[in-house]
Each structure stands twice: as structure tokens, then as C-alpha cells.
């Protein structure tokens, strides 16, 4: 297999890892005078945010923005952006997990301070990349509060179109964060199955970026190291959830595997998941962890240097061995404990075909061959 050469720079964002009263000097001194914050309803009393909020509104205009968002879609888009319309805003602080700087990234794309476009618009919008042609979009700093989705380190964010039952993306090299602040301690408050999720599909974007068709030494080695710190810190984690420690090396560990997948995006694994949470609202990284050991044994053999990968697994008993034992505690990771019966798996392949994620596993699946990884982890 060829290797593929990266012509991407490795990180335009500017990351840098901190406490929480760093980070108010931080987004205090941004070169902004309109800000957009976004964040979650209970972010203030969660994080307490206030005396960041008054300590950057001393140098700029500060609007803070809440929304209350799973998986974001296009109505989530244009409700965030009529909470500010006709206001002048040329940055965006998106402070929460993957669905809010996800979110962040669709009201980058469809700001406009003269209108809102109708949802209709923005689903358009997304289909045909129209936000592309625009002279600039707003740009982004992100601060993510959980460890795993990567989004503070893409150019991408997924919106959910629940009418028609399909995931899309806003993608765009704007769109990647000019930074992303990275503060542990703001992950204390995750509850141990949002921990699990988020910590699992880290341990996704690590993996997929390993083996995928666009690999390279660089993008291997990065995932080596997030997935050692994953397999050795996330169920310690677990049972020791305010470890700031702990939580330190889970967050770095995302970075990396960000700055692996930000070069490769994702493959079959999450090909698979997408229908997962949308019929079944299977949360994102345990519906892409659900086939991970199902996946890794087909594509065994066909990338570089895999036995390193599964020599990383070799002390717990291999990838589903050790994917089964730290989620144990919460449910089997079997898609019948999420309510999946036998006679969904055909409505499930149907929509499991994703391009740029399907197509850049190393081994080519067709439909019979994701109908049995889906009747193997059922």
C-alpha cells in the first residue's frame, strides 16, 4: 500500500493547554471587538463562567449565546443565529463539547449580519458547500469540555438532518478553530457515560486514522500515542472521575488522536455509526467504537505497520476484549442492548454508506460485508 504524503499543514491552531483562570486572560485579551460566545444553558453555573464573561467584556462587546444541542441540525443553526441577528460579530467562542463547536462551525458558515436564511437555505447551503464561496467566515476559538470529539482540531462539523434521517457536514478550511484552549478541569463535571463516549470515540478517530487509506509514519505515530494513553487512563478514569490527572492525559490523548484524524478523517467504523444514532440516538463515540473490533480484524493485513496497532491492545486481550471490559459497567456494547433488533439491520445497511468515510477503510466492504460486522456486534 502506497503511503500518502500530507499536504495539509499538521495544525493551523494555535492549541495550548491551561487552567481556567489562564483562560480568562486568555479570551480576554482576544484581537475581537464583537464576540459571539456560544455555549450550553447550564454553562455558566457549571463552569463559573461569569467573572470570565465580565473580564472579557471589559475589552469587547460579548454576546452570550446558549443552545441546548445533542446533535446539532439546521434548525439549531438558524435558532442560534436569530438569537443575534442583525449583530455585528467577528469572532465566535465556542466553549462545550463536539455538538456545540460543531454548531459553532454551522453559524460561521451562515452568519450573515443583513439576514437569517430559512432553514430550507441552510440545508441547501450545506448540500451544495454554497458557504464556500464566501469572502470569509467568522472565525473560531474553541475550548471543548469533554476528551474525545476532536472538533477544536477539524475543518468539519456534523449537522444531523433528523427530517431526512442523514448526517451531513459543514467542511471548510475556515472552519477549523484558530485555537483550541484545552482545560482539564472543565471536564470534571462529565458524567462517567459521557466520559465513556466521548473517551471511546477518541479511541475511534485514533484507530481509523491509523489504518486508513490516507496513513502515513506521522499520522501512526500520533495515533500510536493516543491510543496508549487512552487504553491506560480512561477506566481508571472512570473509577476516579474528578482525577485531574487522569483527565490531563484523556484530553491530550484526544488532541492527538484530532491531529491524527484531522489528516485522514474517519472510515468504516463511523460509516457505520452515523444511522446508529440517528435511528437509534445510540450516543456518537460508542456507536463508532460498537464495530471497532469487528472492523479491526477484517482490515488485519491490509495497512502499514499493524501489527505495532495491535500489539497496543495485546495486554488487554485485544480490541474488543478491552472495549467490552470499560464498558461493562453500563451496558454491553452490543447494538441489542440500545433497542436494535435483527430486522433493523437491513434498514441499517442502507444507510451506513458514508463518502470519504466508507471508501477510505483499507478494505473495501460491500453490503453483505457490513450486514455481517452489523450482525457480529448485534
Known sequence: MAEQALFDPLCSAAVAFMDKEELKDRLSALPCSHILFLSSP????????????????????????????????PKDIREALLKFAGEPIDCIVALGGGSIIDLAKGVSAFYDPESVPDETRIVEGIRRHGYRLRDSLLPIVAVPTTAGTGSELTQWGTIWNLDEKKKYSVDAPALKPRAAYIVPELTLTLSPAVTLSTGVDALSHAVEAYWSKRTSPLVRALASQSIGMILGSLEPLLAQPQNVKLREKLCCASVLAGLA??????????????????????PHGVAAAMTLGAVARRNTGHFPDDAELFELFAPYGGVQAWLNEVCAQFRPLRLSSFGVKADDLDMLCAHAFTAGRMDNNPVAFSRDDALAILREVL
Open 261 to 282: 484524524f484531522s489528516q485522514t478523517r474517519t472510515t468504516a467504523c463511523h460509516s457505520l455509526s452515523y444511522p446508529l444514532t440517528i435511528f437509534f440516538n445510540i
Open 42 to 73: 447550564s454553562a455558566l453555573e457549571r463552569w463559573g463562567l461569569q467573572p470570565l464573561i465580565e473580564a472579557m467584556r471589559k475589552r469587547a462587546a460579548v454576546r452570550f449565546v446558549t443552545a441546548a444541542v445533542a446533535n446539532p441540525t
